[in-house]
C-alpha cells in the first residue's frame, strides 16, 4: 500500500507570494491533518479534514487555508507568504478522524521563503 | 494547558545501553499518548502508543511507562542500537469535542547511538 504522498518536496518562494501544497493519503484513509515542523516551534497542528470539512483547526493565521476533496485528497494554502513561514509543512492521514486511529505522516514539503 | 513538555532535548547511548526520554502534559483531558521516530528527511512513524488505562505497554524494544496522577509518560529504549539513531516526538491528543485529529508534541528528543 502506498505511503502519504506530498507533492512537492521543495519549494523557494518569495515575501508576499503564495503556495499551494498538495497531500494524497493512503487509499481508504479519510482524515487528513496538516502540521507545520520548525526548529524553534516544533510539529504545531494547523488543521485536520474529513469528508471535505475542516473539524479541527489550529492556532494560525488566516493566510492558511486548507480543502479536502471528495477523494480525500487535500491541499493547504498559504497566502502573503512572510520569512516565519519557513518550514517543513506535514501531511498526516488517518483511517477515521479521531483519536486511537494511528496517524500515518507523508515525507514533508520543505517551504523556504525568501 | 495543551503543552506537552519533553526532555532531555539531546541524549547520547552506548550500543545496548538503555536510552529514556520523558514527557510531561498539563491537559488532564489528554487521553492517547504515542510516541513518533524521524530520520532526516522523513515524516514522523509512530513507534507505539498508550492509552491512560494502562500503566505500561511494550513492544519489542521499546516500552511506554505511563504515569496517570503525575501527568508523564517516557519511553525506554532498551538494547539501543546505532539504527535508533534519530529524533524522537512525544505527543498528546483527547478524543472528543473538536479535538480530531489535532496531536500536541514535545519538542522532539535527538538521540544518538554510539556503535
Known amino acids: 500500500k502506498a505511503g502519504v504522498t506530498q507533492t512537492p518536496r521543495y519549494l523557494i518562494k518569495t515575501r508576499g507570494q503564495q503556495v499551494t501544497l498538495s497531500c494524497s493519503p493512503i487509499?481508504?484513509?479519510?482524515?487528513v491533518s496538516w502540521y507545520q515542523q520548525t526548529p524553534g516551534q516544533g510539529l504545531q497542528f494547523l488543521f485536520e479534514y474529513f469528508s471535505e470539512t475542516q473539524r479541527n483547526k489550529g492556532n494560525f493565521p488566516g493566510r492558511f487555508s486548507g480543502r479536502q476533496f471528495s477523494n480525500s485528497r487535500s491541499e493547504m494554502n498559504v497566502s502573503t507568504l512572510e520569512l516565519g513561514d519557513s518550514a517543513l509543512y506535514l501531511c498526516?492521514?488517518?483511517?477515521?478522524?479521531?483519536?486511537?486511529?494511528?496517524?500515518?505522516f507523508g515525507p514533508g514539503t520543505r517551504l523556504t521563503v525568501l | 494547558q495543551q503543552q506537552v513538555k519533553q526532555s532531555p532535548q539531546s541524549l547520547i547511548v552506548q550500543k545496548g545501553g538503555i536510552s529514556i526520554i520523558n514527557c510531561a502534559y498539563e491537559n488532564t483531558a489528554f487521553d492517547y499518548f504515542p510516541w513518533y521516530q524521524q530520520f532526516p528527511g522523513k515524516g514522523p512513524a509512530l513507534l507505539i502508543a498508550?492509552?491512560?488505562?494502562?500503566s505500561e505497554k511494550k513492544e519489542g524494544r521499546f516500552t511506554i511507562s505511563f504515569n496517570k496522577s503525575a501527568k508523564q509518560f517516557s519511553l525506554h529504549i532498551m538494547d539501543s542500537q546505532p539504527g535508533d539513531s534519530a529524533t524522537y516526538f512525544c505527543?498528546?491528543?483527547?478524543?472528543?469535542?473538536?479535538?480530531?485529529?489535532?496531536?500536541?508534541f514535545g519538542q522532539g528528543t535527538i538521540l544518538t547511538v554510539h556503535p
Open positions: 505527543a498528546a491528543s483527547n478524543d472528543g469535542g473538536t479535538s480530531y485529529g489535532k496531536l500536541t
Open positions: 498508550i492509552r491512560p488505562d494502562v
Open positions: 498526516a492521514s488517518s483511517l477515521v478522524a479521531g483519536t486511537y486511529n494511528e496517524q500515518f
Open positions: 487509499s481508504g484513509h479519510r482524515s
